[in-house]
């Protein structure tokens, strides 16, 4: 298995170490302009290779070898700033993201491409239309990490293992996350009625959480200037699901018509299905909503005629 990732900021090159960490390749190619932080990461991935027992090959990067390689991480862009929207700096990593697309088209590759640049779902979605790839092999990691967000902000709130909690996040990675509330469970009851039962105020309740979801990784921004590890762990999890060779249900930004957006599907090595989750009323204005600014972004860029 050859994987490689391209961008080695602080989340390139913790995506690098996480697939080194889980044994899911068996080459890491690390791809960056700057060619001093892409031989400081390769020294330090090869001595973390032999700590941890691996046989796995780090190396500099070089665009016409992809034709053989079977997964790509996209991570280039903008840094993350403390603005509240992900959307700041489209512009530039529209760029940048389109440079790197052609340069992997014009390789030959033929794997799948995993996009976590932002404006996540714009890039996504630029990177399929300039990599000549099939819509099925360019996947970003949308609102996988805003659904563990999710999650962990409800075990929190209602001291209830993650484990016994069933729900998803879909629409924008971004301030129009589709929190999808009303098939929430937790264990065999609906989040609805649990907290009727618990006498939890549902509305307050739904507002707060969203709001929770959607402002944490800016927290996280602000308290340590970057978000890294859960993110990356997004990447390398969609990898394994597509290794594993097994319809496994993720909330992923997926092409859907002339847009990228977050779905709940299930991956192979073959196909991307969309799951069928019932929405209530609300979520789909939210999510139509969702549809439409990442459309009208994708039409300020003029199409994206790849």
């Known amino acids: 298995m050859k994987i490689a990732i391209i961008g080695l900021g602080h989340v390139g090159s913790t995506s690098a170490y996480t697939v080194l960490l889980r044994g899911i390749a068996d080459v890491i190619s ?28 780090v190396n500099a990067g070089k665009y016409p070898e992809l034709k053989d390689y079977d997964f790509i991480i996209v991570t280039a862009g903008i840094k993350p700033n403390n603005t509240s929207s992900r959307s700041a700096g489209m512009y530039t990593a529209y760029n940048i993201v389109s440079s790197i697309a052609t340069e992997v088209k ?61 729900g998803y996040v879909i629409g924008e990675h971004g301030e129009l996350a589709t929190i999808l509330f009303s098939s929430t469970k937790i264990g065999n009851i609906f989040l609805g009625d649990y907290l009727k039962e618990n006498n939890i105020d549902v509305l307050s309740f739904e507002k707060e959480v969203t709001n929770e979801v959607i402002s944490i990784g800016f927290t996280i921004v602000q308290l340590q200037g970057y978000t890294h590890y859960g993110v990356a762990s997004s990447a390398c999890d969609i990898v394994e699901k597509i290794i594993e060779d097994k319809f496994i249900s993720l909330p992923v930004s997926i092409i859907v018509d002339d847009i990228a957006i977050s779905k709940v599907v299930s991956l192979n090595n073959s196909f991307i299905t969309e799951d069928k989750i019932a929405l209530s009323l609300k979520e789909k204005e939210i999510f139509g909503e969702a549809e439409k600014k990442i459309r009208e972004q994708i039409l300020s860029l003029g199409g994206l005629h790849g």
């Open 30 to 57: 690390l791809f960056d302009v700057d060619e001093k932080k892409v031989q400081g990461c390769l020294y330090d991935l090869e001595h973390a290779s032999i700590v941890l027992g691996r046989k796995t090959v």
């Open 106 to 166: 014009n390789s030959g590759f033929k794997g799948y491409a995993i996009i976590l640049s932002n404006p996540l779902d714009v890039m996504t979605y630029t990177f399929y239309k300039f990599s000549g790839l099939d819509r099925n092999h360019v996947i970003g990691t949308g609102t996988l990490l805003d659904n563990a967000r999710y999650i962990s902000i409800l075990s929190k709130k209602l001291d209830v293992s993650p484990n016994n909690i069933e």
